[in-house]
């Protein structure tokens, strides 16, 4: 039987788009939203529904979208009994289908009828054949098996082609799709390096990819052939491109300053101060001072410290004071009328995304208002530089087939509109770069490249939260931020605390979505979602700097250090707070982004992991841990 992993609910065409675990997908139009949704009990969307695939936003309000009616007439089973046990026939039937909705009366009297039951009947006392009556009845009631001569269901086969530079998705990246029946378009990633699915119509067909080069077809990117079977690809290129300002060819010999701007730097594996002192042509007191460091002889994977300048303001350890880049280290931006943020971003040359991570503040990126002021994340640009450094991509054979990187993009088109005006070729969100100097032996000015750190960025905002809470419970952080809600799952999991409400993976896909990495996929909230997810991630065989690691099939946390041949754990939910754990490596499992394979595959001839002591790392942060009796997880 075929299982969907995820839904798209199209309003306007009123058809349903299920994803299947194989890649698989499924189109499903008439019939009622009952049966359309697989959601026999009309049941809304805000309930701790461990089935639910999507949502419906529909006229009449939202509503689940279940993986299968079975599924779905499981989850009403499950919700008559978790919040209706208690009462009666007759306050669950008002409470369920409230008078101001129904014709509250007429449907008790129905279900009464069918069940067998009384008004004072107790739900939790009913006979089986009372409370299966009762749940028949009311599918019968909702409408579920009318209008089956409208239903109608098509299931496609989808090749899904997504775009790394071998350790991030290409977002927003432009392409050009020749097949061998002569035909040509233009398209364009997602925000995870997705491009929308190639059905198959003629089996054989062959698809050429081509990057999309100032509007023209550029470097071939690869290959693939259309098959009778879903599939999906994934293209690491070894793309960097970087944009820098530079001088002119025969610039005036005025005198300039020659300071240098400061650049923001994540503490690596293995680094100390006087390795990243050299590496960046600077001393070890200097960058004591500037970042107000208080022992030069500690630092750790993921702190930020800053180079040739001092740190900004608040930030006395020379680590990130929050989740995202220093205020103080961010340019801003005024909206203006008719300002959207995808336009914003257009402009600057980074994503919707980058800028969403900018600003926590904004929950829906569809609503910004004249006169709020946002940041723009590092690398921005404010206006076109006198001219640009840009490396030529280098293209590479395809990797063996594998799932792609991201939510899928949409197969169901909705009524035309007029086409957008193609945006010129927006490579990746440029970086801070060095300054600019005179090429060897030629007297004229050229732009450096600027440092890249592609090794597992996501830990910088895990050290970061580590750091930000201190050691403190999940009580007290549920009450500033609440890692569920953080991934879309505020409504089935309103706080962290609790035994109900483990969070490991909430966390963790918290911490990927904010360095750009899509989150897993059906139940993010779940640590065995990372090993389910096989479209987003991908097992390796070794553990590497900051590989998922599943331990058993019940949390989750990233790979730190090494304590011996005991891989220690940064994550959430460990004794209810975010610290750093030792675990036994044979309860392990190990998994990373699919867009970042191609770097994690380097990665494991050198794991470069750390020797340390999960003690010495909390004692770093002042973090006390206090083991629970049941473990350090739920």
């Known amino acids: 039987m075929t299982t969907y992993i995820s839904a798209v609910f199209h309003k306007d065409i009123r058809t349903v788009e299920f994803t299947a675990a194989n890649g698989d997908k499924m189109l499903r139009t008439g019939g009622t939203l009952a049966w359309l949704l697989n959601n026999p009990g009309n049941l809304r969307p805000g309930g701790k529904y461990v089935s639910m695939i999507g949502q419906a936003d529909t006229a ?111 977002p927003s990246f432009p392409v050009v799709a020749k097949t061998s029946t002569g035909k040509e378009k233009k398209l364009t990633t997602n925000a995870y390096g997705v491009l929308p699915a190639f059905i198959t119509s003629k089996p054989g067909e062959m698809v050429q990819l081509f990057a999309e080069e100032a509007g023209k077809v550029g470097t071939k990117i690869g290959e693939f052939v259309l098959d009778q079977a879903s599939t999906s690809l994934l293209f690491a290129r070894p793309l960097v491109t970087a944009l820098a300002g530079s ?18 730097y994540v503490i690596q594996p293995k680094d100390t101060l006087g390795t990243v002192a050299s590496k960046f042509k600077t ?17 750790f994977p993921g702190e930020v410290i800053w180079i040739y300048g001092p740190a900004p303001q608040g930030n006395t350890s020379g680590a990130a004071a929050n989740d995202a880049p220093p205020a103080a280290a961010r340019n801003s931006y005024a909206i ?20 969403m991570a900018a600003n926590p503040a904004i929950k829906d990126r569809n609503k910004i208002s004249p006169g709020q002021s946002i940041n723009l994340p590092a690398g921005a640009k404010k206006a076109e530089p006198a001219s640009t450094a840009v490396t030529k991509p280098k293209t590479t ?17 909705p009524p035309p509109v007029a086409p957008p005006k193609q945006p010129a070729v927006k490579p990746p969100a440029a970086v801070d770069t060095r300054p600019v100097r005179s090429a060897e032996n030629q007297a004229h000015p050229i732009a450096l490249v600027p440092y890249s750190q592609q090794r597992a960025p996501w830990i910088e905002h895990a050290y970061a939260q580590a750091k930000k809470w201190s050691g403190k419970k999940e009580a007290v952080i549920t009450k500033t931020i609440n890692f569920h809600d953080e991934i879309g799952y505020g409504k089935q999991f309103k706080t962290m605390a609790g035994g109900d409400n483990a969070w490991c993976a909430s966390f963790v896909n918290y911490c990927m979505r904010k360095a750009g990495y899509p989150i897993s996929s059906p139940h993010p909230y779940r640590a065995r979602s990372f090993a389910a997810d096989t479209t987003n991630y991908v097992q390796i065989d070794a553990p590497v700097f900051g590989a998922i690691a599943l331990v058993k099939t019940s949390h989750v946390g990233f790979v730190y250090a090494l304590d011996g041949s005991s891989p220690i754990l940064l994550g959430g939910n460990q004794s209810d707070q975010i610290n750093f754990v030792k675990y036994n490596p044979a309860s392990l499992r190990y998994y990373v982004p699919k867009a970042y394979l191609a770097f ?30 049941s473990g350090n997880e739920r």
């Open 60 to 170: 009449s309000g939202k509503f689940a979208i279940f993986s299968s009616a079975e599924e779905g007439r499981k989850e009403k089973r499950a919700l008559l009994r978790r919040k209706y046990n208690d009462m009666t026939l007759y306050n669950a039937m008002h409470t369920y289908a409230p008078e101001g909705e129904n014709d509250t009366a007429k449907y008790l009297a129905f279900v009464r009828k069918k069940s067998g039951a009384t008004d004072q009947t107790v739900i939790k006392d009913m006979t089986d054949d009372q409370f299966n009556g009762m749940v028949a009845a009311m599918e019968q009631y909702e409408g579920f098996n009318a209008n089956s001569d409208t239903r109608r269901e098509k299931i496609v086969h989808a090749t899904q082609v997504s775009l790394s530079d071998g350790a991030k998705p290409l």
């Open 247 to 264: 001088q002119p060819h025969n610039p005036d010999s005025s005198p300039r300053d020659a300071k240098r701007a400061p650049i923001r």
């Open 283 to 299: 001393s070890v007191d200097e960058l004591v001072s500037n970042n107000r460091i208080r022992d030069r002889n500690k630092v």
């Open 336 to 355: 203006k009328r008719g300002d959207t943020l995808s336009g914003i971003a257009d402009r600057h040359g980074v994503s919707v995304d980058q800028l």
């Open 397 to 413: 054979q395809p990797p063996a087939s594998s799932k792609p990187s991201g939510p899928t993009p949409s197969l169901v088109k």
């Open 600 to 629: 994690a595959n380097k990665e494991l001839k050198d794991p470069k992991l750390d020797a340390t002591h999960a003690k010495t790392l909390n004692d770093a942060l002042g973090i006390v841990v206090v083991t629970k009796a």
